[in-house]
């Protein structure tokens, strides 16, 4: 089992930045890919961002350029530098840990998540 805790949202004004961080224990030789995805009101779960245990990393689209994926494997953390927020990204962010197998992966252990709120 892997344990996934996060924490960092808040409230922001449009523009600003907002670090997030997700804190893991357990089993952590079980998985070898971590990401965020996000959830706004009455929207589908999204991927964010994720990296491999190589250090590649993908973005989503929307977020490339805006938005950096990172870990500190010393620390068993990972992060999420958020800047040039847009009321948009208002959301839940998740972080969660799975495996990748190349063409897909899979996500087994989800963190119970944390608010960014962003206001105009």
């Known amino acids: 089992q892997v344990q996934l805790v996060e924490s960092g949202g808040g409230l922001v004004q449009a523009g600003g930045s907002l670090r997030l961080s997700c804190a893991a224990s357990?089993?952590?030789?079980?998985?070898?890919?971590m990401g965020w995805y996000r959830q706004a009101p009455g929207m589908q779960r999204e991927l964010v961002a994720e990296?491999?245990?190589?250090?590649?990393?993908t973005y989503a689209d929307s977020m490339k350029g805006r938005f950096t994926i990172s870990r500190d494997n010393a620390k068993n953390t990972l992060y999420l530098d958020m800047n040039n927020l847009k009321p948009e990204d208002t959301a839940v962010y998740y972080c969660?840990?799975?495996?990748?197998?190349?063409?897909?992966?899979?996500?087994?252990?989800w963190g119970r998540g944390t608010q960014v709120t962003v206001y105009s």
């Open positions: 990296i491999i245990s190589g250090g590649s990393t």
């Open positions: 969660t840990a799975g495996r990748d197998y190349g063409s897909t992966r899979t996500y087994d252990y």
């Open positions: 357990g089993s952590l030789f079980s998985i070898d890919i």
